[in-house]
């Protein structure tokens, strides 16, 4: 079983203030998913990354995947309480069309 | 543009009774996927559909059946609602694409078992 290990689970800061959230494996992974989601909405996609070391950029949210795939991480710099949900990582394996996803980091951003 | 559509949004059921969550995606999408959200426990894989015609389990399957009744549509049914099955259910679907598996979500049933 492919597990994801998310840090920290719970993260409260002040607007304007830089975080970075990790996603981490003992597994390989072809791709993994950054989602957001807010209360009571389905989570929402934010950027997939499929090659090992790549980075992507989504306005303030910079999303990294580990050389070896086994590890992601989103960094947001000068964070605004627009940005508060739950960040979610999901890793997708091969052909067998699954999505194994982290337990989570809940992010509070007070302005 | 629709997405993916749940129904019902919410639902209480009593100990035993049963019930089917409906879900229909228009974006020709090959697979489907039905999750769990509880409270510190993240997003757990009920059962998937990777195309029409083809279901299989996923991490917590007991007390589910599924019916990929159409490449459209992919229901979820308790036979014997529980109250451990009290929860927040999703239903995604996605590109049948090797390497590069997006979800695109629901709004969410949030089930109640008393």
């Known amino acids: 079983t492919q597990l994801l290990e998310q840090s920290p689970q719970f993260l409260s800061i002040q607007e304007g203030e830089n975080l970075t959230v990790y996603c981490n494996s003992s597994s390989v992974f072809s791709s993994l998913q950054w989602y957001r989601q807010e209360p009571g909405e389905g989570p929402v996609l934010l950027v997939t990354?499929?090659?090992?070391?790549e980075v992507k950029k989504l306005k303030r949210l910079t999303f990294q995947f580990g050389d070896a795939r086994k590890d992601s991480s989103l960094h947001i710099t000068a964070a605004q309480p627009g940005d508060t949900g739950l960040y979610l990582c999901?890793?997708?394996?091969?052909?067998?069309?699954?999505?194994?996803f982290g337990k989570g980091t809940l992010l509070t951003v007070n302005p | 543009n629709a997405g993916v559509t749940q129904t019902p949004k919410f639902q209480v059921l009593k100990t035993g009774q049963s019930m089917t969550l409906q879900c229909a995606q228009d974006?020709?999408?090959?697979?489907m996927y039905w999750y769990r959200q509880d409270p510190g426990m993240g997003l757990r894989l009920i059962y998937y559909s990777a195309s029409e015609g083809t279901t299989d389990k996923g991490e917590v399957p007991n007390g589910y059946n599924v019916s990929r009744l159409n490449k459209r549509e992919f229901s979820l049914r308790l036979e014997s609602a529980a109250p451990s099955q009290t929860s927040v259910y999703f239903c995604?679907?996605?590109?049948?694409?090797?390497?590069?598996?997006?979800?695109?979500f629901g709004q969410g049933t949030r089930l109640t078992v008393v």
């Open positions: 999901a890793g997708g394996g091969g052909s067998n069309y699954k999505l194994t």
């Open positions: 995604a679907s996605s590109p049948q694409i090797t390497r590069n598996t997006e979800a695109f």
């Open positions: 974006m020709n999408h090959n697979s």
């Open positions: 990354v499929v090659t090992g070391g």
